[in-house]
């Protein structure tokens, strides 16, 4: 269920969200769902990563015991309760613009053994961000459990999405050199979100997933978001079958970017990150 309280209105002012997606680079909204909206999102994904383990290349290795999984956003019953939610919509509406595209969905899932990842981008910096000093893609991230240090937390460098790393990365663009990673230790926070929080940040923004020493599994929902120059949507492929797209709110079809099938068909991840296999 939808919860809209009094202290969600402040979140969703312009100058809230430009000034913590440009500074920090993270932002979140408290207690935007209720706890059971977080747990039948849980047996969603739940199933999914099951049935992602089962089929070659479905659940993508992003780390020891560290797994991402892309899926077609009708198989999860919340997609359009999160993303017709007003602060998603403030957000993207006020970073990225009217004409925001979803491109993603997905979830990741760092089990009980998962290691520190290194320190990295999602993606090499655009020259939208580089040249232009503009955002241009978000991404949005839900917790299914409540977050304790031990389940390795995300840790972020606030700040670094506008580091130029030119000489300092390997080739991709996206892991910066070792003798980088103090800098980005001394500013590191451990974000440790509950059910029902929300959080969005830039890509951008050096950050990585710890060690999970707990005896949980911690899956977190990915939602990806771009401006309308942004290139992000050529890693994915967001299918809907055509009933599912009929029945879809207006809100929700003018900022999906997905093919429409008459069947739903594998989705062939298009963004695998290999630098994040062997972990730190």
């Known amino acids: ?75 999860l019953r919340g997609f359009v309760d999160l993303a017709t939610h007003p602060w998603v919509h403030a957000v993207c509406s006020n970073v990225l613009g009217a004409d925001y595209r979803i491109v993603e969905i997905g979830f990741d899932v760092p089990g009980p053994g998962a290691e520190n990842q290194p320190w990295h981008r999602d993606f090499p910096t655009p020259e939208a961000t580089s040249r232009g000093r503009r955002l241009n893609s ?55 979100p509950v059910m029902g929080d929300i959080s969005a940040r830039s890509a951008l923004t050096i950050h990585r997933g710890t060690a999970n020493r707990s005896p949980f599994q911690r899956p977190v929902l990915v939602l990806g978001v771009d401006a309308p120059d942004a290139r992000n949507a050529e890693r994915h492929d967001l299918q809907v ?29 298009k963004h695998t990150i290999e630098g994040l296999k062997m972990g730190a």
Request: hydrophobic letters at 35%; glycine letters at 8%; charged letters at 25%.
């Open 138 to 192: 978000l991404a949005f991230n839900m917790t299914t459990v409540d977050i304790t240090d031990e389940m390795g937390p995300l840790e972020i460098a606030p700040g670094t999405q506008w580091d130029d790393l030119t000489g300092h990365c390997d080739s991709s663009g996206m892991f910066p050199d070792r003798s980088l990673y103090p800098r980005f230790e001394a500013k590191a926070q451990r974000k440790k």
């Open 241 to 269: 079958t055509h009933a599912y797209w009929d029945a879809l709110p207006a809100q929700v079809r003018e900022h999906l970017s997905c093919r429409i099938v008459d069947r739903l068909e594998p989705i062939v991840q």
């Open 1 to 75: 269920m939808n919860k809209q309280p009094q202290q969600q209105a402040e979140a969703i002012e312009a100058s809230t969200i430009l000034g913590g997606l440009y500074g920090d680079g993270i932002i979140a909204c408290k207690g935007a769902f209720d706890r059971s909206w977080v747990e039948r999102l849980r047996e969603d994904i739940d199933v999914l990563f099951q049935e992602a383990l089962n089929i070659p290349g479905g659940a993508l290795n992003r780390g020891p015991n560290r797994f991402y999984v892309e899926v077609h956003p009708q198989r």
